[in-house]
């Protein structure tokens, strides 16, 4: 007999409590995709960033030293953010971050929305790590990317087994705007629509 998902403890999302962590949406780290095509993972990950922006939310980005050079989100991504200071670290785990961590927690936001690369990795450390520190972490499928199927499969599953939520883009941002009928809400849709073709 499996349990309701529904949790007593959990309370509805809204813009006011939620925060966005996007992880190593770098160009040499996205390629390695092999689960979401990178272009449709970069899409995914900057419509995120336009939800974000429109509805004021926090928005972190953790990257890794990756090739040569500084590290450096996908331009396009990089573009979305433009007031995002990608914070670098050598930790696998994100919350292994000193800055990152504290950066997480000054919002006293408790929805966490976790997206990047890899899933197996990054993603599912931070949903573990996320959940431990009192997040309700929120995983849209469509703005990660694993290494084969059947790892990422697992991975999600994983995250599920945190109490974790996994989703998608266009159900994060239908929950956000809430009336579709409102101006709020045609920005919204107007949003998802790169994401829903």
């Known amino acids: 007999m499996t349990s309701n998902p529904i949790k007593g403890h959990k309370v509805p999302m809204t813009p006011e409590t939620v925060q966005i962590l996007f992880i190593d ?9 092999r689960t979401n095509p990178p272009e449709r ?3 995914a990950a900057v419509a995120l960033a336009r939800l974000g922006t429109l509805f004021d939310l926090p ?18 991504l990089a573009d979305a953010l433009p007031t995002v200071t990608p914070l670098t670290r050598t930790t696998a785990p994100v919350f292994g971050d000193g800055p990152t961590k504290a950066a997480i927690a ?7 929305v976790v997206c990047g690369v ?16 009192g997040h ?19 991975a999600f599953r994983r995250i599920e ?7 998608c883009v266009a159900t994060l941002g239908a929950v956000l705007a809430q009336d579709l009928g409102t101006d709020l809400g045609r920005e919204t849709m107007a949003i998802l629509q790169t994401v829903m073709r």
């Open 25 to 33: 949406i770098q160009p040499e780290i996205v390629a390695n995709s």
């Open 41 to 43: 993972l970069t899409a």
């Open 59 to 76: 928005m972190h980005a953790s990257v890794v030293p990756a090739g040569t050079g500084k590290p450096r989100l996908v331009p396009e």
């Open 106 to 112: 000054a919002t006293g936001r408790h929805d966490l």
């Open 118 to 133: 890899v899933t197996e990795v990054a993603v599912l450390l931070a949903a573990f790590d996320g959940v431990l520190a």
């Open 136 to 154: 309700e972490v929120h995983v849209p499928v469509d703005a990660c990317g694993g290494l084969s199927q059947r790892t990422e499969e697992a």
């Open 161 to 167: 087994s945190f109490d974790a939520a996994t989703a």
